[in-house]
């Protein structure tokens, strides 16, 4: 089973954008969201707890980007504001079984990525 992320495109710096992802995952899993720019590695984003209560954010995105999650529809999204060219990249979201890790190792269920373009 994999996940899949949709909302890319293309954006001026400052703009805002929102990220989702789907896909037939129990709603028991954390749902991260990553992102890897060209010639780096994938990095952590943000992660939301299974029941929405919980969430945790990389410092880079902290207090501009929100994670949240609608189990009904197992859909899991990313909203992202004042964004900045170094946001640039292709996201993904994945699965964890547990909360609490930041590692893309211990995620599964990835997807195609959405790719996004911040212009300055």
């Known amino acids: 089973v994999q996940l899949q992320a949709f909302g890319g495109g293309l954006v001026q710096a400052g703009g805002s954008l929102r990220l989702s992802c789907s896909g037939s995952?129990?709603?028991?899993?954390?749902l991260g969201w990553f992102r890897q720019a060209p010639g780096k590695e994938r990095e952590f984003v943000a992660a939301?707890?299974?029941?929405?209560?919980?969430?945790d954010y990389s410092e880079s995105v902290k207090g501009r980007f929100t994670i949240s999650r609608d189990n009904a529809h197992n859909t899991v999204y990313l909203t992202m504001n004042s964004l900045m060219p170094e946001d640039t990249a292709v996201y993904y979201c994945?699965?964890?079984?547990?909360?609490?890790?930041?590692?893309?190792?211990?995620?599964?269920?990835w997807g195609q990525g959405t790719e996004f373009t911040v212009s300055s």
């Open positions: 995952v129990r709603t028991l899993s954390t």
């Open positions: 939301v707890h299974r029941t929405g209560s919980l969430k």
């Open positions: 994945a699965a964890n079984t547990r909360y609490g890790s930041r590692n893309p190792s211990d995620y599964r269920s």
